[in-house]
Structures are given as C-alpha cells and as structure tokens.
C-alpha cells in the first residue's frame, strides 16, 4: 500500500509537470467546459422568465444554481480517456504500458486528477464571476453537503471507470470517435447535463435513474440544491457504489479480453 | 579498469536457481510459432467494393516453428531480414504477444501471462518505443520508473549515478525529452530500460539511426552491462558492427525458421565457401589469376578470392612462385557473410 502511494505521488509529481507544459490546451478545455452549461443556463432562464416564471418547480435562479454547480461537478468527473485510448493503440503506445508492472488505468487516474487540481482553482473562480451575475438560489442544507463530498468522489470514479472501459474498444474498432459519440449524446440527455433530469418526462426518469448516468453527474448537483430528503442521498450513493462495483468488474473483464486480442493480432 | 570505478555491479545478483526453466536455461523457446490473419483486397475501386461484401482473409507465419535456449548471463544476437520474425519473437518473449504454438519461459515465467514478478525483471527496448515521458525531463520520467518498479532508493542512487557516468547523460537529464536529440534520447531510453536492473534484457534495434560514435559508446555499455550484471541479453541489430562487437553467439532466423544458432565464427565458417587472400607484390602487379579469382589487382597489390579447402595451398604457391612481401588471409567482412546466409536461406 506504502509502496502504491509512491507510485501515485510520483506520477503526480510527473503528470503535474506535463501538464504545465499544456496551459494552452487546458485554457481551451476550460472555456469550453464554461461556456456549454452558460448556454443552456441562459436558454432556460429565458424560458422560465418568459413563461409563468417557472418550468417544473424550476426558476430562473433554480437554473442559474443548477448549472453553476453542474459546470463544477462536470468538470471535476470529465474524462479524455477516448482521445487517449484512440491515440494509444494505433500508434502503439500501449505497448510500453504493458511492459511495466503495474495497471495502465493507474497512470490514467492520476493524469486526471492532477490536471483537475490545477484547473479546479480557476474553474471555483468562473463559478464566483457567473454567480455574481445570475444570482443562483441553493436550497443547500448541512446534511446535504454532508454527502455531496463521497457523492462526487464516486460520481468521478463511475465516470471515470465507465468511459475508460468504453475507451477499451478501441482494442476491437479503429473508429472509438463513433462509440464516444454515441456515449455522449446519451449521457447529454441522461446525465442532466442539458436540463435538469427533474424536467424530464416520468420515463425518462426513470430510465436515467436506472442507468449510470444520473450518478456519474446529476446525483451531486442535486445534493448541492438541496432537492434531495436524508433517504434519497442515501439510496443516491448506494445506487453509485452499487454501479461503481459493476464497472469495475467490467472494466476488468474487458480490459483482459482487449489485452488477449491485442497479443493475438498484434501490438 | 572501468570494474573498479564502478563498483555497484558487483553487488547484482544472480538469478536465484528458482527463478530459471528446469533446463537451466534463463530464457527458453520450444516450436515457437506465431501467425498473424490479415485482411487483404487488391488495389481499385471495385476491390474496395468487394472487399465490403467478403473479405480475403490470409494466414502469415510471421515465426514458423524456431527453438532456441539462452543461459543466464549470455548475449546472444539475434539476426534477420526485414520481416524475418525477430520483432515478433522478441514480442512474444516479453509477453507482448501470445504465441500461436509452442512453448516459452523466460526466468521460468511464462511470458504472456505479464506477471508483475515477471516484468520486474526484464525490459524490452525497442527503437523507439518510449519509457520516456515526452514533455519532462528525463529524471523525473527515471524517478517515476523507479517508484513503479519499486526499486530501493539507495540501489536507485547507485544504479542511476553508474548509468550517468557510463551514458554520459550528466547533460541530459534536466532537458525536456522532447528536446533531445535521437541518440540522446536513445541513451536515456535505455538507462530508463535498465534502472531496475533487469536480469533479462531484450533490445530491438538499440543502435538504430545513431551515428557511429554514439553506436560505439552504446555498444561498449551494453557489453558492460552484460558482463558486471550478468543479464541475459537478446539483441537485433542491422549494424553488424553491434553483433561482432557484442556477441560470440548468434542465432539467425529467415522467413520466421530458424537458420542458424551457434557461434559467430561458425557462422562464417559454414556459409562462407571462401576467404580473401591478399599479397603484396616486389616488382608491380602479376597476373595471379591461376590462383583464384582476381578481386582487384592495382600498385602490386592483389586481392584473390579461393574456396577456404584450398587456403594453404594457394598460399603456399603464391610465397613459392612469387616475390611476395606481405600476404594476409581474412574471412569475407562479416555482412557479405549474412548476405550469403539469406540468400541460401531465401531458397
């Protein structure tokens, strides 16, 4: 365990210096994860205000807040494993991975984690800057804070662990670019990363509900605007523990599969 | 004496007796086999077309069947065309591929299974496959090797001091990678290689696209390496210089067979039918061709070419017959040799 924790602080140390050297790339990325929830809180603002002042129990300062703490929460469980994995196995990168004793979603984990130690700064201070101008309401009681720390945390390690497994097909199909895509528009509508899933027809819902999406983004958002009881947050994390459990298990049983036909056709 | 001022690689053990196949051996290969299914279509439009409907599958034996055994602390050169399979062998030897037939143990590990108690002690350096982390010097990407391979830190320190001095990479190490140069990089590829004292080492081409100092100064490491840790290592090159220099051992493969395995010397000694003759001349050039057959002849030198069996002989006639002042007799230069050995081994 002594000996894993090196391991970690170590890459930190090295993906911390890497990263330092993309300050551009990360710029870019940032605006970008800014921009996307600013549109569709304005869009829905604009629909609250216009019509009856609000849209499902939603007002213009509901949105406001659900946006501003969704554009926190996506960018601390975003993930670039897709790109990643692409760029991995068809120019063989991967190799030198698999020569080294130790799991190559180590090395991954800790990239991300890195990059958003620099990045959550900034991104704490868009979130003041847009906070100031749209003047969000939380509802956010202690107990619901209380949770939305173990809440986010496994929300990141669902996300990560699910599109990391997703990545893996890069081991079967050049064309990941699609299998991203399609992951994406699902997780647009089920994650609430478009609306909030609250606005959704019951079936919807529920479908989100029962797939990971909802956990992976959605589920600390909620916390955070106060709109879940006590039992709710808990059935919340036991839900993200319950799929966190399953991915991983996937994520292994893939990644053996990958491996197997990686050494079969040739790396 | 290079020992003295290095001591650290006194303190490399050898393989414990468990740690090696049965046979002895540190790295073996029984009816090793590998083949690949590829995908091919003709050139055009309508072949493009086709090929949606049906595929032409092919089965290419990259590695047809080869054996071979390596005892601890051997270097062996492991030589072929282009395509010969040696990239594939040395693949399926650090459990990068799964063969298709045969057997392999490597320190009495079964290479495809990637154990972590196997991968500590080998590497594979191949041209340019980098351990290297681009964008951060190459100390940080050597710290983080270290913790990943769990080396002590004081074996660390020493390991890493005796591969900057024997390296040179003094200047190096706080540069980012990206920018060095090649064989700058190729340096510090391979000390990354070696920071955890790998007692199996596979190297794919580690002199490639270096100039001839650079290869020299690699080459000399690596027979240090070999002879202070007693690694075993399995070393392609196209530089025949590398094997000469490195390797008393050879094992040549052609279209993924087995040729050769034995001795350098042996090499030469069985595919070459012939050796070089040269003489000096008092007096000018002689017309010599009764002897064997004239390579070149200019200011009294001539250089004949004669079947080895008749070596002593035309020898011995050349110093009785004519005014001779100096005579050698070499082997042809090695790569003719290897040359020879594929063209027979294309047949």
Known sequence: MREFAAIYLQQFRTTFASFVQYRASMLIWMIWHILEPLV????????ASSGAGSVQGFAAQDFSAYFIVLMVVNHVTY???????????RHGGLSGALLRPIHPVHADVIDNVSSKLITLPMMLLAAGILAAFFHPVLHTTAVSLAF????????????FIVEWTLALAAFWTTRVSAVNQAYYVAALFLSGQM???????????????VLP?????????????????????????AAQAAWLGAALLLMRAVWR????RYAAVGA | MVAQEHPFWHTVTMPPAAHIAPDGSAVSAIDLKKTYTVTEREGGAMAALRSLLRREKTDVEAVAGISFHLSPGEIVGFLGPNGAGKTTTLKMLSGLLYPTGGHVSVLGHTPSRREKAFLRQITLVMGQRNQLVWDIPAADSFALNRAIYRVPEQDYRRTLDELVALLELEPLLRKPVRNLSLGERMKCEIAASLLHQPRVVFLDEPTIGLDVTMQRRIRSFLAEYNRRSGATVLL????????????RRVIVIHHGRLLFDGELAGLVRKFTAHKTIVVQLEGGTADLSAYGEVVSASDGRVTLRVPTPATAGVTGRLLADHPVTDLTVED?????????????GAT
């Open chain 1, 40 to 47: 569709y809180l304005v869009v829905w603002s604009a629909v």
């Open chain 1, 79 to 89: 993930t670039w494993v897709f790109y990643e994995y692409e760029y991995r196995i």
């Open chain 1, 148 to 159: 939305f720390l173990p809440a986010l945390v496994l929300a990141f390690s669902l996300r």
């Open chain 1, 195 to 209: 609306a909030p899933l609250a606005l959704f027809p019951p079936a919807v819902r529920e479908a989100a509900a």
């Open chain 1, 213 to 237: 999406f909802r956990w992976m983004l959605s589920f600390p958002v909620e916390l955070v605007l106060g709109r879940l009881s006590t039992a709710e947050a808990w059935e919340g994390l």
């Open chain 1, 257 to 260: 599969a990958g491996v197997r």
């Open chain 2, 236 to 247: 392609t090159s196209h530089y025949m210089a590398d094997v000469e220099a490195l390797c």
């Open chain 2, 332 to 344: 042809p230069p090695i790569e003719e040799v290897i040359e020879q050995v594929f063209a027979q």
